[in-house]
Nanobody, 122 residues
Framework: QVKLVESGGGLVQAGGSLRLSCAASGRTFSTYTMAWFRQAPGKDREFVCRISSSGGTTNYADSVKGRFTISRDNAKNTVYLQMNSLKSDDTAVYYC???????????????WGQGTQVTVSS
């Protein structure tokens, strides 16, 4: 069992910045692909970004590219999402997710956090 706990959400004005954290339990965090998703009111959950187990590879949705940065500290079992130049469209519940290694290609995630609310005011 892996438990993911997000923190750092809150209210911020457009153009501002916020950093989310996701703390993971377990002893194999350094083997997980980690990702952030978000879900805005009336919309489906959408992919935001992901980072490889080593931190050497990242991928971002076009909507956040250049503004958001995902990073991880495997020694602390923590993944971060630095959000800059925030827009009203970024308002959503943000979820941390983990994918365990399976030895085959997959885009599915195995564990999810409870989510943290990010609200960007105009």
């Amino acid at each position: 069992q892996v438990k993911l706990v997000e923190s750092g959400g809150g209210l911020v004005q457009a153009g501002g910045s916020l950093r989310l954290s996701c703390a993971a339990s377990g002893r194999t965090f350094s083997t997980y692909t980690m990702a952030w998703f978000r879900q805005a009111p009336g919309k489906d959950r959408e992919f935001v970004c992901r980072i490889s187990s080593s931190g050497g590879t990242t991928n971002y949705a076009d909507s956040v590219k250049g503004r958001f940065t995902i990073s991880r500290d495997n020694a602390k079992n923590t993944v971060y999402l630095q959000m800059n130049s925030l827009k009203s469209d970024d308002t959503a519940v943000y979820y941390c997710a983990a994918r365990v290694p399976k030895g085959s290609f997959t885009t599915q995630y195995d564990y999810w956090g409870q989510g943290t609310q990010v609200t960007v005011s105009s």
